[in-house]
C-alpha cells in the first residue's frame, strides 16, 4: 500500500496567520491517466471529514478559498492563507492513485 | 442536498456477523460508485470496501477481505457492509462515502458514521 506521511502531526495557530502542511507519499501519485490524485479533507471534533482539495490542486466548492493546494509527484502542501478559529480540527490528506486509497496520520489544528 | 445515512452498528461478540446500511438520497444512486471507510477510536482513516456504481466491481483492503461483502440495491438506494467474522481490531466507527464520479478514488461526501464495537 502507498504510505501517506504528513508533517507536522501537530500545529499551533495563530488566527489571521498562515499555515502549511506537508504530506508526502511513498509512490507517486501521477495516474497513468495523467492526473494526480491527492485529496485533503478536514474533520472537525465529532464530525465527519469534509473535502476541502482533490486533484492536488481544486478546491472542493463547499470549502472556503482560503485554503489551497499545490505539489506534484510524491510531495503536496495544503495551505491555509489566513486561519480562523473555525478551521481548528484534523486534517487528513488521502491518495487515490493506487487500490486502496491511504490516508495520512493526520495533523491535528488547535489556535494558540 | 447530498445525504448519506448509516445505520446498524452496535456491540456484537468476537467472530460474530454484522450488517451495516447506509441510505442515500439527493442525488442518483445508480451512477456513483461507493465506499465504506472506518475509524478506529483515536486513530486514522481506513478505506475497507469500494463498489462500482452498478455493483459489477468490488475491491477490498487487505485487513478485512474474505470476511466483509460490500453489496448495493439501486432502486432503494442503499450501500450495505454485510460483516463476518469479527475481530476486536474491526472496532471502528464506520462511514459511508460517495465518489466524485470523475477519475479515481476521490470521496467528495460523508455520512456520519456508525459504531460498531467488538467484545466479548
Same mark, same amino acid.
Given at each position: 500500500? +502507498?504510505?501517506?506521511?504528513?508533517?507536522?502531526?501537530?500545529?499551533?495557530?495563530?488566527?489571521?496567520? =498562515?499555515?502549511?502542511?506537508?504530506?508526502?507519499?511513498?509512490?507517486?501519485?501521477?495516474?497513468?491517466?495523467?492526473? @494526480?490524485?491527492?485529496?485533503?479533507?478536514?474533520?472537525? =471534533?465529532?464530525?465527519?471529514? #469534509?473535502?476541502?482539495?482533490? &486533484?492536488?490542486?481544486?478546491?472542493?466548492?463547499?470549502?472556503?478559498?482560503?485554503?489551497? /493546494?499545490?505539489?506534484?509527484? @510524491?510531495?503536496?502542501?495544503? &495551505?491555509?492563507?489566513?486561519? $480562523?478559529? $473555525?478551521?481548528?480540527? +484534523?486534517?487528513?490528506?488521502?491518495? /487515490?492513485?493506487?487500490?486502496?486509497?491511504?490516508?495520512?496520520? /493526520?495533523? &491535528?489544528?488547535?489556535? &494558540? | 442536498?447530498?445525504?448519506?445515512?448509516?445505520?446498524?452498528?452496535?456491540?456484537?461478540?468476537?467472530?460474530?456477523?454484522?450488517?451495516?446500511?447506509?441510505?442515500?438520497?439527493?442525488?442518483?444512486?445508480?451512477?456513483?460508485?461507493?465506499?465504506? +471507510?472506518?475509524?478506529? =477510536?483515536?486513530?486514522?482513516? $481506513?478505506?475497507?470496501?469500494?463498489?462500482?456504481?452498478?455493483?459489477? $466491481?468490488? *475491491?477490498?483492503?487487505?485487513?478485512?477481505?474474505?470476511?466483509?461483502?460490500?453489496?448495493?440495491?439501486?432502486?432503494? *438506494?442503499?450501500?450495505?457492509?454485510?460483516?463476518?467474522?469479527?475481530?476486536?481490531?474491526?472496532?471502528?466507527?464506520?462511514?459511508?462515502? #460517495?465518489?466524485? /464520479?470523475?477519475?479515481?478514488?476521490?470521496?467528495?461526501?460523508?455520512?456520519?458514521?456508525?459504531?460498531?464495537?467488538?467484545?466479548?
Amino acid at each position: 500500500d +502507498v504510505v501517506m506521511t504528513q508533517s507536522p502531526l501537530s500545529l499551533p495557530v495563530t488566527p489571521g496567520q =498562515p499555515a502549511a502542511i506537508s504530506c508526502r507519499s511513498s509512490q507517486s501519485l501521477v495516474h497513468s491517466d495523467g492526473n @494526480t490524485y491527492l485529496n485533503w479533507f478536514h474533520q472537525r =471534533p465529532g464530525q465527519s471529514p #469534509r473535502r476541502l482539495i482533490y &486533484k492536488v490542486s481544486n478546491r472542493d466548492s463547499r470549502a472556503p478559498d482560503r485554503f489551497s /493546494g499545490s505539489g506534484s509527484g @510524491t510531495d503536496f502542501t495544503l &495551505k491555509i492563507s489566513r486561519v $480562523e478559529a $473555525e478551521d481548528v480540527g +484534523v486534517y487528513y490528506c488521502m491518495q /487515490g492513485a493506487r487500490w486502496p486509497p491511504t490516508f495520512g496520520q /493526520g495533523t &491535528k489544528v488547535e489556535i &494558540k | 442536498q447530498v445525504q448519506l445515512v448509516e445505520s446498524g452498528g452496535g456491540v456484537v461478540q468476537p467472530g460474530r456477523s454484522l450488517r451495516l446500511s447506509c441510505a442515500a438520497s439527493g442525488f442518483t444512486f445508480s451512477t456513483y460508485s461507493m465506499y465504506w +471507510v472506518r475509524q478506529a =477510536p483515536g486513530r486514522g482513516l $481506513e478505506c475497507v470496501a469500494v463498489i462500482s456504481y452498478d455493483g459489477s $466491481e468490488k *475491491y477490498y483492503a487487505d485487513s478485512v477481505r474474505g470476511r466483509f461483502t460490500i453489496s448495493r440495491d439501486n432502486s432503494n *438506494y442503499t450501500l450495505y457492509l454485510q460483516m463476518n467474522s469479527l475481530r476486536a481490531e474491526d472496532t471502528a466507527l464506520y462511514y459511508c462515502a #460517495r465518489d466524485q /464520479g470523475d477519475g479515481y478514488n476521490q470521496i467528495d461526501y460523508w455520512g456520519q458514521g456508525t459504531l460498531v464495537t467488538v467484545s466479548s
